[in-house]
């Protein structure tokens, strides 16, 4: 018997994690619709554009008579007023509505991770005063601060310095741009407070093992205990809460922009399309239905990621 | 808190140029005169602001701007009982549902009616309310000519707005009640209850529902705010006067007064509710009664 | 009735005499003195009345409330001879004191009326509404015409001679601004007046002041600073209508109240929940209450375009107030011949210049820019709109367009153009703008099929408009326009409406902003009135008293088409000022059931109630809507010819 003995490879939790996602079938759906969906709105323009010609802001020349066709063999989604290809649109809309999402759960995810890991590890007064802070916030009905926010600062009221980072990256004078910077701020500040609550458990949790004495006892910086140290340990909760602050922000956005204030012209959005849509409604409801179902089946995928992240890296507490 | 939501709200108000008494027209030079005088607009702005405290202390959110016949209060309380109906009855309709369908997938879990309830709940997760709205009314008022697509009126002009706005609260509701109902089903609590022979029914709803519900009562603060929310969509694209078209009217309008009454009204609303959520946990959860 | 395809969605016939009616956006109050909106404007038609009404089509003056008048030799003074058997809806009596205690109200200053500027021609009126005070020296009276006013005749005789008309037809008095400091310094800005004004008194202007008398219990006069023949016409506003002096003597501002209401139109109020509906029903104490047709009217305040339309679509409502049918929907909807209304209304759509911020100083480069325009192309693309190229929008006023084109004439000649040449000279004319653009300073250069201006500063120049469909779709249009014709892509600016406001108001838009302006009375000068006076509401910051004078002359001239070619004129200075760019002419653009009769799609979409009838005979229902203003309808032409008999005219047309 010649048995080569095989270092005992360590599973790490993460590997653990993956394993159980990949066996979650539901989870799998999710990924794979969702893979097809940021592949299309990737890649799904530019095709769009080699083949037909058609981009998200093409108007024809003899607009009049594509304007506002029902689904063909020409338009897959059928035209809108202005006769834009439609799936160009939504396809446009949704690399915006993605990008919104993804952006300002990032920024959510800053701003909360450090807030609450920071409250967490100070404890007393500056914990407290950190967590009071964000329960005032929290009941803020903060549907109405934003509604007031972007009704007040969309338009000659915005704040020079977006205006100049949204002309760096969208060109001069692109109000559109500066609009959809505004809209990454007001989302993201406005979800990060669960996300620091959150973290300040995890920290609170973690802050006492030995591991973090150990940092302490050999002089590591406090920013760095708690950046390099505890957060990382505290990433689980955290990512699972990402994964649905994403479909949750998005919709935020989408209604935002329903109501007029979100994404502005030339730039769309789902919301925005969806918006154009329901106007139409009583003549053009493929102008609702295109959009509407692309955002609802993304919207579906994303939580049913979640769902499958959130069971495999912590399988005993499925809360919802 | 409430004061200080007053507070950052007003600032807000008076940052946003435009002002409530404009209109495509100018105003004669001595009307427009008139009415800062008598609204104390040529004042400096912390007196104003301390004269709009003084007052807000005691309750007194003084006229609308846009219609001054009109106190704020008097038009909360106009427009509260249309919000308030619509929300109340999608919330009941969220509770009967989610929780039914919640508990028959916590029992049957596994079953196809778990995977397909489940589904159909993260789908009613996904679709926006302000997508949903119109396609009810594209079916059930203009393929069908069943149902009012728009306005105020009896049941059937509120069937639509309501399930609009309570679907994806049912949503939400089932999904938790299934994962709280799991977990209290495993628990010692229940399996005593089982071991000392009550029949399954009973075990169910007397035993396992006041646990297993715990997450919906928690999550009716949360949800209660979101409503919030929700009402604004459902009121705008079903054109009903309640308190979040108002809202946004007088947002839009720079009638400050208003803006500043309802958002105390609401954080006043919403700090009572999670003040009840906290209270009734203790009614629900036997294990904490013990703590 | 389900729809059989010939009519839009589902058709709910009423069984009875009841109108719903989509009224626009939820109504300021109920006082007609104060709003100024046009949805208020129409509730205020059905509960208020005044001298006279509009003409259901023309929307020129019939006899309500007055049943006959007089214009005096100068068209400066009319006389009213009241109906006496005329009621308040709590049965009271209505005399010329109404009428008087009405527009001393309306005037006085606490009542904060937004549309008081449109009685300033009432003698005295903007003095008491702008709180404005009389000089006295000893126990006379500066006067106006001592310090820049014009020299007066003495006044004919015109009904009898009162001590108040002694007052009023003495020449002007001077006033002055009752606030002190503004005041002081509008009399250390005049050493003459410095002088006069030493030792004098400052007596405040009273609502006693002001230029209307009750002659007798069912006569009135009203005396105005200037001959204004388009004054009656501008009484049918709600403004003129009357309010009641029994109800807000007791309630003060609470007398709008449903329980404290108290109204003298055809309708009375019924219930009144805001946001929700407004219902009034016809009123047994109306002195023609036998003539009005329908029983019951529901207002409905829907804003959104779409609800407004779904609600018809699925038979909800009847008919629907203008501008609600958008550019998208038009050809789906145009095919309901029998109840799509698109005629030309009193209401139009420049985009305004800021002639205050360089380069736009230059006239040069306002005309480079306002023949870059192909408006025909325009409205082409709008579909419910006319292109505009004046002012003043044409079609609408029948007389005008007579006048304008003979002073038009005229003016070609004396600028030594061919008639081709004339066509195009406030019109599209690319090469002429690219001309003008390159001789102010900035050449514009061809590359193949495209120019580019290169030099020109595009951070001087803006479009800004507020948040809407159909301004962001015209906006796009001249911007393509402006980038295809002169090689420069005008930056876009939409914003919120009170910020848009604010903004334009303030001039501090550089380059263009839009102005949508509809008339407030069916007469040229309520458009041409836009750019008149120092602080205009043309927001264009052009001023120029030349200008004010000829709409004066043009005023105080009684033949009426004379003084149309007066303001003729007065037009073409104006745009040879440059100082818009014209774009459209709004079509009406609403819908009516074709068992809806006695509404017409006149230019200002105001529909006096009381002709309004359902028709339950589908053979006499509407067909072909187009034509419905030729067409004669027998009820509504009876109670007209009924009304008009009243009215002798007499003295000099008005």
Redesign the interface.
């Known amino acids: 018997m010649s048995e080569t003995l095989e270092p005992i490879k360590g599973v790490s939790p993460w590997r653990d994690a993956w394993k159980r996602l990949i066996r979650n079938r ?1 989870a799998v759906f999710g990924l794979a619709i969702l893979g097809i969906l940021i592949v299309s709105v990737v890649i799904g323009p530019s095709i769009i554009y080699w083949t037909t010609g058609y981009a998200y802001d093409f108007i024809p020349a003899d607009n009049d008579l594509v ?2 066709m029902p689904p063909s063999f020409a338009h897959l989604m059928g035209t809108d ?1 202005a006769g834009r290809d439609l799936l160009a649109r939504v396809l446009q809309g949704g690399r915006i509505s993605l990008m919104v999402g993804i952006i300002s759960t990032a920024v959510s995810l800053i701003v909360g991770i450090s807030w609450g890991a920071v409250a967490g590890y100070m404890g007393g007064f500056v914990d407290n005063l950190m967590m009071r802070i964000v329960d ?1 916030l929290y ?3 903060y ?3 934003v ?3 972007l ?2 600062f ?4 915005t704040p020079h310095w977006i205006t100049w980072l949204s002309d760096k990256i969208g060109g ?2 692109n ?1 559109g741009l500066s609009q959809i910077f505004l809209l990454f701020f007001a989302l993201g500040l406005v979800s990060w407070l669960t996300m620091a609550r959150v973290v300040r458990g995890q920290i609170l949790s973690l802050k006492n093992q030995d591991f973090v004495m150990a940092a302490r006892a050999t002089g590591v910086s406090t920013p760095a205990i708690i950046f390099r140290h505890l957060v990382p340990n505290a990433l689980g909760p955290v990512i699972v809460y990402a994964t649905l602050t994403v ?1 949750s922000v998005m ?1 935020t956005e ?2 935002l922009s ?3 204030i979100g994404v ?2 030339p730039y769309a959005s789902w ?1 925005s399309l ?2 154009d ?9 493929w102008q ?2 295109a959009p ?1 179902v692309t ?6 995928s ?3 990621l979640g ?1 499958g992240i959130r069971d495999a890296l912590d399988p005993q507490t ?3 | ?1 409430a004061w ?2 007053v507070t ?2 007003w600032g ?2 008076r ?3 435009g002002n409530f008494y404009s209109g495509e027209k100018k105003l004669p030079a001595a009307v427009e005169a008139n009415i800062r005088a008598k609204y104390g607009l040529d004042k400096p702005w912390y007196t104003q602001y301390g004269m709009l405290m003084s007052n807000v202390v005691r309750g007194d959110f003084g006229d609308s701007l846009k219609n001054p016949d009109y106190s704020v209060n008097e038009m909360i309380a106009e427009h509260l009982p249309y919000s308030a109906t619509i929300g109340v009855l999608a919330y009941i309709l969220a509770l009967v549902l989610g929780i039914s369908a919640g508990t028959v997938a916590a029992l049957k879990q596994n079953s196809g009616f778990d ?1 397909g309830s489940m ?1 159909a709940a ?2 009613g ?4 309310n ?2 949903l709205g ?2 009810l ?2 079916v059930l008022s ?1 393929w069908l000519y069943l149902l009012p697509p728009a306005r105020w009126g009896g049941p059937s002009a509120l069937i639509m707005p309501v399930v609009t706005l309570g679907v994806i609260y049912a949503a ?1 509701i089932a ?2 009640t299934r ?1 709280g109902m ?2 209290i089903l495993r628990s010692d609590y229940i399996r005593t209850a089982r071991a000392k022979g009550l029949s399954e029914t009973s075990v169910i709803l007397r035993h396992a529902m006041r646990g297993g519900l715990i ?1 919906v009562v928690s999550f009716t603060g949360p949800a209660l ?1 979101a409503l ?2 929700g009402t ?2 459902v009121e ?2 079903f054109a009903l006067p309640g308190l979040g078209n108002i ?2 009217q007088a ?2 309008n720079r009638d400050e007064t208003v ?1 500043l009454g ?2 105390a009204f ?2 006043i609303l ?2 009572i509710f ?1 003040l009840i959520v906290d209270v009734s946990y203790g009614f629900l959860d036997p294990r904490i009664r013990f703590e | 009735m389900q729809s059989d395809g010939r009519y839009f ?1 589902k058709m709910n016939v009423p069984t009875g005499n009841v109108l719903r009616y989509v009224s626009g956006a939820e109504i300021e109050s109920l006082d007609p003195q104060v709003s100024d909106g046009q949805p208020d404007a129409r509730i205020f038609m059905a509960l208020y009345e005044g001298l006279v009404e509009y003409d259901p089509k023309t929307l020129q003056p019939i006899p309500e409330l007055a049943k006959s008048w007089e214009a005096g030799p100068r068209v400066d003074e009319f006389i009213f001879h009241l109906r006496d058997n005329a009621k308040w809806s709590d049965g009271s009596p209505i005399t010329a004191n109404d009428f008087v205690y009405s527009m001393r109200r309306g005037f006085q200053p606490d009542t904060l009326s937004r549309t008081a500027n449109l009685g300033y021609v009432v003698k005295y009126a903007e003095a008491f509404n702008g709180g404005k005070v009389f000089v006295k020296k000893g126990d006379q009276f500066l006067l106006a015409k001592d310090f820049g006013g014009a020299e007066e005749a003495p006044a004919a005789p015109f009904g009898p001679e009162t001590e108040f008309r002694k007052f009023i037809r003495s020449p002007e008095r001077l006033t002055l601004p009752g606030d002190e400091k503004k005041r002081a310094k509008a009399i250390d800005a005049n050493p003459q007046l410095k002088a006069a004004v030493d030792g004098a008194e400052f007596v405040p202007v009273t609502a006693n002041d002001i230029g209307i008398e009750a002659v007798d219990r069912y006569t009135v006069r009203i005396t105005l600073r200037q001959s204004a023949p388009y004054f009656l016409g501008l009484l049918a506003h709600q403004f003129f209508r009357l309010v009641p002096q029994q109800a807000i003597s007791k309630y003060g501002r609470q007398w709008t109240r449903p329980e404290n209401i108290v109204t003298c139109g055809p309708f009375r109020l019924k219930e009144y929940k805001r946001y929700d509906k407004l219902i009034v029903e016809r009123d047994p104490n109306y002195w023609d209450a036998a003539n009005v047709h329908l029983d019951r009217i529901e207002f409905y305040p829907v804003e959104e ?2 609800t407004i ?2 609600l018809y ?1 699925a038979g909800d409502v009847d008919a629907f107030l203008n501008h609600s049918v ?4 038009i ?2 909807i145009r095919k309901y011949k029998d109840e799509y209304m698109l005629f030309p209304e009193a209401a139009v759509s420049y985009y305004g210049i800021n002639v205050t911020k360089p380069p736009f100083d230059n006239l040069k480069v306002r005309r480079a820019f306002d023949l870059a325009v192909d408006r025909v192309a325009l409205s082409e693309y709008r579909k419910i709109t006319q292109p505009l190229f004046d002012i003043t929008p044409n079609k609408v006023f029948p007389d005008y367009d007579k006048a304008r084109d003979k002073v038009g004439e005229e003016i070609r000649n004396e600028k030594k153009l061919t008639p081709d040449q004339w066509k195009n000279y406030f019109g599209f004319d690319p090469d002429q703008a690219r001309k003008l653009l390159t001789e102010a300073g900035y050449p514009v250069q061809k590359n193949g099929d495209t120019y580019s201006c290169p030099s020109f500063p ?1 951070d001087k120049v803006q479009l800004t408009f507020n ?1 809407g ?1 159909s301004n ?1 779709a015209i906006a796009e249009f001249v911007q393509s326009q402006w980038r295809q014709n002169l090689g420069i892509t005008v ?6 409406f009170k ?1 848009f406001l604010a ?1 334009k108001d303030e001039l501090q838009y550089p380059g263009f902003s839009q102005l949508l302006w509809s008339g407030d009375y069916m007469d040229p000068n309520t458009f041409l009135g836009l750019f008149y006076g120092q602080h205009n509401n043309g927001d264009t910051g052009w001023y120029d008293p030349k200008y004010d004078k000829m709409l004066d002359d043009a005023n105080s001239e009684l033949d009426p088409q004379k003084r149309y070619e007066m303001m003729a004129r007065a037009e073409y200075y104006a745009l040879d000022n440059c100082i818009i760019v014209p774009l459209t002419i709004n079509a009406t653009n609403w819908m009516k059931r074709p068992y809806v009769k006695g509404m017409y799609p006149n230019p200002g979409t105001l529909h006096p109630w009381k002709f309004v009838y359902i028709e339950h005979d589908p053979a006499k229902w509407d067909h072909d809507v187009q034509n419905i203003m030729d067409e004669t309808d027998p009820i509504v032409a009876a109670e007209l010819q009924q009304i008009k008999r009243t009215q002798q005219p007499t003295g000099p047309a008005e």
């Open positions: 539901l304007k506002s007023e005032i009941s803020i009905p549907i109405l601060i509604i007031v926010l009704a007040v969309g338009g000659p009221g001069e004078g109000q479909p919709l989408a209604f329903f109501l007029g502005q012209p919301g969806a918006a849509g329901i106007k139409n409604i009583a003549f053009f409801p609702l239905i509407g955002m609802a089946l993304t919207l579906f994303l939580n049913f769902d499925r809360k919802f | 808190m200080l939501v950052l709200t807000l108000i940052i946003a140029p995977y589904s993260i789908l997760l996904s679709i926006p302000f997508v119109p396609l009314v594209l203009f939400y999904r938790l994962a799991l977990e997450p705010a919030l929310g604004v969509v705008k694209v809202f946004i947002v839009l803006v309802i958002v609401l954080s919403i700090m999670n | 969605g375009l779409t339309v779904n679509k958008l550019a998208a929907w050809d789906s595009i948040t469909e962001k930056p876009l600016q939409n914003m919120e910020t903004f």
